[in-house]
Each structure stands twice: as structure tokens, then as C-alpha cells.
């Protein structure tokens, strides 16, 4: 069973940056495609971006598009979020996923397990 721990999150203002992280262990991580959701208070899960098993293909949710990049590091079993041009909107606690396959999933049907997510607040 993989384990998925995330951290990076806070307070920062709008327009201001941060950088997730998503640590994994506990499967061969290379061979499986990431991704990272998020849920506001109130509202339900939602996805935010994905990247394959190699880092060659990426997607995004239209909202996070030309200000979030996904990236992974399969030396160091670890994903990324940077998240540029934060907006009041993005304030979620966000949570890393592991997919069931090396493919690209924008969505939690392809998910396999979840980290416990980590608190991004955007200030206005």
C-alpha cells in the first residue's frame, strides 16, 4: 500500500506563490501516474492537475490552467504543485493522488489512494 504525504501548504496572499510537495513511498512509484485535487469548504473534491507515469503528459483543470504546474521527480518518489497567481478561489486543502495505472487520470475514478492533504488559505 502506497503512502502519500504532502506538505508545502499555508497563508499567502493573493498573487503570491507556493510549492507543493508529495512525498510516496511504499510502491514502485515510477510506474504510476500522479495527480493532485482539492475541496473547499463546502463543496466537493475536485481535480486540479495530473501528470503520467513519465512526466511526458500533463493536464489541468481550466481554472488553475497558465498558474499551477505539475512536476515529479521519480528519484526522489516525489510530485510537485507550483502554484503561481494564487487567487482567494484556490483556498482548499489539497490532497496528492495515486492512479491505478501509469496514464494520465483527471478524475477520482482513477485514482488509487489518496494523501490526508494539506491547507493552501489565500488572502485578498
Known amino acids: 500500500q502506497v503512502q502519500l504525504v504532502e506538505s508545502g501548504g499555508g497563508l499567502v496572499q493573493a498573487g503570491g506563490s507556493l510549492r507543493l510537495s508529495c512525498a510516496a513511498s511504499?510502491?514502485?512509484?515510477?510506474?504510476?501516474?500522479l495527480g493532485w485535487f482539492r475541496q473547499a469548504p463546502g463543496k466537493e473534491r475536485e481535480f486540479v492537475a495530473g501528470?503520467?507515469?513519465?512526466?511526458?503528459?500533463?493536464s489541468y483543470a481550466d481554472s488553475v490552467k497558465g498558474r499551477f504546474t505539475i512536476s515529479r521527480d521519480n528519484a526522489k518518489n516525489t510530485v510537485y504543485l507550483q502554484m503561481n497567481s494564487l487567487k482567494p478561489e484556490d483556498t482548499s486543502v489539497y490532497y496528492c493522488?495515486?492512479?491505478?495505472?501509469?496514464?494520465?487520470?483527471?478524475?477520482?475514478?482513477?485514482?488509487?489512494?489518496w494523501g490526508k492533504g494539506t491547507l493552501v488559505t489565500v488572502s485578498s
Open positions: 511504499g510502491r514502485t512509484f515510477a510506474r504510476y501516474a
Open positions: 501528470i503520467n507515469w513519465s512526466g511526458g503528459r500533463t
Open positions: 493522488a495515486v492512479g491505478l495505472t501509469g496514464g494520465l487520470f483527471s478524475g477520482s475514478n482513477g485514482v488509487d489512494d
